[in-house]
Structures are given as C-alpha cells and as structure tokens.
C-alpha cells in the first residue's frame, strides 16, 4: 500500500467562506465518487461551501471552469485517465493538465489538479480512496491554498493582519 503524501501545509483559514466548483468526471464513476468525496471533506473542514457539476471526460474540465469563471473563488479538477491500448491517453493527460495550468496562470484561476493519471484501475482506487492518498482532497487544499495567495498578494500592502493564515503562518500586513 502506497502512503499518504503531500505538501504537509496546514489549511490555510478564511473570514469568509470561499466557496469552491468541482468539476468532476465521472467516466469511472466509482473513482470519481472517492475523488468527490476527498474534495468535500477538505473544502468543509476549511469553512469552504462548494458545489458540483459533472463533465463527460477529462478534456471538458477546462473549459467548465473556464465558463464558470467570476463565479466561484476557486476550482477542483476531478477525474481519472487510465492508460489503454492508444496514445488517446498521452492526449488527455497532457492536454487536461496543460490547459489547466494555462487557465491557472493566464487567467489567475485557482485551481486544484485532482485528475489522476494511472497505469490500472488499482493504481486510481489507491489515490482516490480519502482513506488511503487522498487525491481529491490534496486538490481541494491545493486550490485552498492558491486562493490564501490570491487574497494575500490581491490586497493592498498593509492589510489587515490576520485576515487569513498561508501554511500555519498569520498573514502580518507588509509581508
């Protein structure tokens, strides 16, 4: 059994609930399910409301969360590919992540990649079991604390201290 792992960062708190869109595929739904239900998790334990909506694939992620852009303060990719018989897998791995990162930095999007990218259907229960890796839960936090770093740095120099805290540390206007 594979360990847990991540960055180890502390949830990051807010005065107001952010509120988070997961945008899941649920082309092996009872992936899907574990990686949604990581996601909840996190997103409550750190005072987030979030809502859902399904996509029929990998590829339809992005352009979701770039529709529901101005929306929502930020955003949960949710999804598995797993490797077949073709080169359609490099296609949607690359392009899913790709997309998301443009969307992330062109746009100044939050957004938290939870699209597994595996060799078998074991390898994907493993990471999305919140059990076990907790995959969808990590890209839960990960958007969490993408929107902490948007706020701090989104707010003018001198702000209020406290407002928030990044990785267990108060946010100490100036900084």
């Not at 502390?10 to 082309?27: I, K, M, S």
């Not at 399910?33 to 997103?43: E, P, Q, Y």
């Not at 999804?79 to 690359?94: A, D, K, S």
């Amino acid at each position: 059994m594979a360990e847990p792992h991540g960055p180890g960062l502390a949830l990051p708190r807010f005065e107001d609930g952010p509120t988070l869109l997961l945008v899941a595929a649920p082309f092996y739904r009872g992936i899907a399910d574990m990686l949604i239900a990581g996601a909840r998790a996190a997103a409550e334990a750190a005072g987030a409301s979030h809502e859902l909506i399904e996509v029929p694939g990998a590829l339809e992620i992005p352009t979701a969360i770039r529709l529901a852009e101005g929306r929502y303060d930020a955003f949960v990719a949710l999804g598995c590919v797993i490797r077949g018989e073709t080169t359609h897998y490099e296609t949607v791995c690359n392009d899913s992540s790709r997309t998301l990162a443009l969307l992330g930095i062109d746009r100044a999007l939050c957004i938290g990649n939870g699209i597994l990218t595996v060799e078998n259907q074991a390898q994907a229960e493993v990471r999305a079991d919140p059990a076990r890796m907790n995959k969808g839960g990590g890209a839960a936090e990960a958007a969490l604390h993408l929107l902490a770093l948007k706020r701090r740095f989104s707010a003018p120099r001198g702000g209020r201290p406290g407002e928030f805290m990044l990785a267990g540390d108060p946010l100490v206007g100036g900084v």
